[in-house]
């Protein structure tokens, strides 16, 4: 996925970036790169790549949800910073929480926050079962099954909030056994199943409530 593809797949998810926040993803980009030298953050490092699976799949989300209507998220695992603060570039209303268990990651993060010039978001140092706060919309993308993720996610979820599971192909984790466990404490309110453009990998976003 090219700059100009990025840009137009984003219209189709309502999402038109201003000049700034390009100019903050391809910085974001660099970063990246350099910093996956030094340790390692993502095994996906070509520039078009990057753009379509994690930029653009960061983005998702939005099928689920109006970001631009939110006020406070959290990223449980959010590795090299995605889908947090993919988000936090595209929409800065938002106040983001990253929270990733590896200190190294954490110090990336921060560089990213601070190099970014971000206001409004943290990294935070600990595991998502350790955490103690609540947020409008909890995330995490790609980390754990769904069914060991909601045990340290959905206390982090406000009573009136939502957490979306960003997933590949659900299938293999959710089967009938799992879903009925899952909803004997929360809601599964929805699960969305999609393609990526142009490589027509598969994902699904999995939209849990608390009762």
Request: hydrophobic share 40%; charged share 30%; net charge negative.
């Amino acid at each position: 996925m090219n700059k100009d593809e990025f840009i137009k797949y984003l219209e189709e998810l309502n999402i038109y970036p201003t000049e700034d926040q390009l100019i903050k993803l391809d910085k974001f980009y660099h970063l990246l790169i350099e910093w996956n030298e030094k340790i390692n953050l993502t095994r996906i490092t070509e520039e078009k790549d990057v753009y379509l699976k994690h930029f653009y799949d960061s983005l998702t989300i939005t099928k689920e949800i109006d970001l631009s209507k939110v006020n406070t998220l959290c990223d449980v695992g959010t590795g090299a910073g995605f889908p947090g603060i993919v988000l936090k570039i595209m929409y800065p209303n938002l106040k983001v929480t990253l929270i990733d268990s590896l200190l190294k990651r954490v110090n990336y993060l921060n560089e990213i926050i601070k190099e970014l010039e971000l206001t409004g978001i943290v990294a935070i140092h600990t595991r998502g079962e350790d955490y103690k706060d609540k947020f409008d919309v909890v995330t995490s993308r790609a980390v754990a099954n769904i069914e060991k993720l909601v045990t340290f996610t959905m206390h982090l979820v406000d009573k009136d909030g939502v957490f979306i599971a960003m997933k590949g192909n659900i299938d293999n984790e959710l089967t009938n056994s799992v879903e009925k466990n899952i909803s004997k404490k929360y809601k599964i309110v929805k699960i969305n199943k999609f393609h990526l453009p142009i490589e027509e990998s598969e994902r699904s976003l999995v939209v849990i409530k608390n009762m």
